[in-house]
């Protein structure tokens, strides 16, 4: 074998930092050593891969090529290092989700994976789907739990659990008392909505397709607790997933609303990579999401 395991580490590293001296730095190796193993591993087969302007080495089609099977390579040896050391689960493991899923499911799933696999590190990433799925594309994310829809040819999109999207407003709402909503009120009403190109967004506008150019919409917010405090106040209605909203109708403080004659259902999804070596620690994490599907 005319390369080792040290040099695609810093293959690795180096594609994403882009920078010698941070993989270096993350790799507990000097900046001279670093580079002298990338230099050695191009130079053994006489190849480039990486494009070099100044400090910054961004990879070009063979690295980006090559890429994919470094890591499958590398995290390969790293199981079966755990198997030689009795270990069930390797590494650290490194989440993206979406802004609903990651703040009222995903920490309850790590919580469950770190007592099962104690020293096992987990990052969570919370972002909206499209850069979820670039992380993952990208391999600085291990899989990714998303509520938007998306296409990737790199990418595996797999359904995961069901969830709906329920309307809502304050108990003193003018349409507090209505419960079921036609298209009139829809119109007449003042929405309080998440911002466009989020996956709770895109399952509402689909929803009411030929009502949107006519909706009154007074502000679009980033996060869902941000709008639930302004329909509280009275500002208008909103539209969230039901996972959101359950403690506040338990509460009384939000009232949900009923509109039958559009379809405001939707799934969860995972995002892997599909060359990405799938770890006994990935395997465990789908696993305990599997074992939450279905709808709240």
């Given at each position: 074998?005319?390369?080792?395991?040290?040099?695609?580490?810093?293959?690795?590293?180096?594609?994403?930092?882009?920078?010698?001296?941070?993989a270096?730095?993350?790799?507990?190796?000097?900046?001279?050593?670093?580079s002298?193993?990338?230099?050695?591993?191009?130079?053994?087969?006489?190849?480039?891969?990486?494009?070099?302007?100044?400090?910054?080495?961004?990879?070009?089609?063979?690295?980006?090529?090559?890429?994919?099977?470094?890591?499958?390579?590398?995290?390969?040896?790293q199981?079966?290092?755990?198997?030689?050391?009795?270990?069930?689960?390797?590494?650290?493991?490194?989440?993206?989700?979406?802004?609903?899923?990651?703040?009222?499911l995903?920490?309850?799933?790590?919580?469950?994976?770190?007592?099962?696999?104690?020293?096992?590190?987990?990052?969570?990433?919370?972002?909206?789907?499209?850069?979820?799925?670039?992380?993952?594309?990208?391999?600085?994310l291990?899989?990714?739990?998303?509520?938007?829809?998306?296409?990737?040819?790199?990418?595996?999109?797999?359904?995961?659990?069901?969830?709906?999207?329920?309307?809502?407003?304050?108990?003193?709402?003018?349409?507090?008392?209505?419960?079921?909503?036609?298209?009139?009120?829809?119109?007449a009403?003042?929405?309080?909505?998440?911002?466009?190109?989020?996956?709770?967004?895109?399952?509402?506008?689909?929803?009411?397709?030929?009502?949107?150019?006519?909706?009154?919409?007074?502000?679009?917010?980033?996060?869902?607790?941000?709008?639930?405090?302004?329909?509280?106040?009275?500002?208008?209605?909103?539209?969230?997933?039901?996972?959101?909203?359950?403690?506040?109708?338990?509460?009384?403080?939000?009232?949900?609303?009923?509109?039958?004659?559009?379809?405001?259902?939707?799934?969860?999804?995972?995002?892997?990579?599909?060359?990405?070596?799938i770890?006994?620690?990935?395997?465990?994490?789908?696993?305990?999401?599997?074992?939450?599907?279905?709808?709240?």
């Open positions: 074998m005319h390369y080792t395991l040290r040099q695609l580490e810093v293959f690795l590293a180096t594609a994403r930092f882009e920078n010698i001296s941070r270096a730095a993350s790799l507990s190796m000097s900046q001279s050593a670093a002298g193993a990338l230099q050695d591993l191009e130079r053994q087969f006489d190849i480039r891969l990486f494009e070099r302007a100044g400090k910054r080495l961004q990879l070009n089609d063979l690295g980006r090529a090559l890429q994919p099977q470094a890591l499958a390579l590398l995290d390969q040896a199981a079966l290092e755990a198997g030689f050391a009795g270990r069930a689960d390797t590494g650290a493991l490194k989440i993206g989700a979406t802004l609903t899923i990651g703040n009222y995903a920490v309850g799933l790590m919580a469950n994976f770190m007592n099962e696999h104690p020293g096992v590190r987990v990052a969570l990433t919370v972002d909206n789907t499209a850069h979820i799925a670039a992380g993952v594309a990208g391999f600085n291990d899989l990714g739990l998303v509520e938007g829809e998306l296409s990737h040819p790199e990418l595996v999109i797999t359904p995961w659990r069901e969830d709906e999207l329920i309307a809502f407003c304050a108990p003193d709402h003018v349409l507090a008392k209505r419960y079921r909503l036609n298209d009139d009120d829809l119109l009403a003042t929405w309080i909505l998440r911002e466009p190109g989020s996956g709770t967004r895109q399952t509402f506008d689909r929803a009411l397709h030929g009502l949107l150019p006519g909706l009154n919409i007074l502000l679009e917010l980033q996060h869902t607790e941000a709008i639930k405090r302004a329909v509280e106040a009275g500002l208008g209605i909103g539209c969230l997933s039901r996972i959101t909203l359950r403690d506040a109708f338990q509460r009384g403080s939000l009232v949900a609303l009923d509109m039958p004659h559009r379809d405001l259902r939707r799934h969860f999804y995972f995002v892997l990579h599909r060359r990405k070596f770890s006994p620690g990935i395997e465990r994490w789908l696993e305990l999401c599997r074992n939450t599907g279905g709808t709240e």
